[in-house]
Nanobody, 125 residues
Framework: QVQLVESGGGLVQAGGSLRLSCAASGRAFSRTVMAWFRQPPGKEREFVAAIGWGTGNTYSADSVKGRFTISKDNAKSTIYLRMNNLLPEDTAVYYC??????????????????WGQGTQVTVSS
C-alpha cells in the first residue's frame, strides 16, 4: 500500500506565501513523476505542476508559472510546492499524486495511480 500525505495548507492573504509538502510512505514503488493538482470550489480538478522523480524535470500550468515552484527531496520521498504571490483564485483543495507510467501525459489526472487526501488552501482578498 502506498500512502501520499499532504500538509502545509491553510488560510493566507492575497500576496502571501505557503509551502505544501507531500510525503510518500508504505511499500516501495517505481514512481516516474509526482505532481500537484487542485480542485477549486465547484470546479473540476486541474493540473498545477509535476516533477520527474529521476530527472528532476519540472512542468507547470501557465496559471502558476513564475509564482509556484515544485521541488523534491528523494531521500525524504517528499515533494514540495512553494506558492508565492497567492491570488484568491488559487483557493482550492490541493492534491498530491504519483504515477508509475512512462511517457504519459503528465497534465492529465488519469495518468496518476496514487493520490493524497488533499489539503485546503484558502486565499483571502
Amino acid at each position: 500500500q502506498v500512502q501520499l500525505v499532504e500538509s502545509g495548507g491553510g488560510l493566507v492573504q492575497a500576496g502571501g506565501s505557503l509551502r505544501l509538502s507531500c510525503a510518500a510512505s508504505g511499500r516501495a514503488f517505481s514512481r516516474t513523476v509526482m505532481a500537484w493538482f487542485r480542485q477549486p470550489p465547484g470546479k473540476e480538478r486541474e493540473f498545477v505542476a509535476a516533477i520527474g522523480w529521476g530527472t528532476g524535470n519540472t512542468y507547470s500550468a501557465d496559471s502558476v508559472k513564475g509564482r509556484f515552484t515544485i521541488s523534491k527531496d528523494n531521500a525524504k520521498s517528499t515533494i514540495y510546492l512553494r506558492m508565492n504571490n497567492l491570488l484568491p483564485e488559487d483557493t482550492a483543495v490541493y492534491y498530491c499524486a504519483a504515477t508509475v507510467a512512462y511517457g504519459a501525459n503528465w497534465y492529465s489526472a488519469g495518468t496518476y495511480n496514487y493520490w493524497g487526501q488533499g489539503t485546503q488552501v484558502t486565499v483571502s482578498s
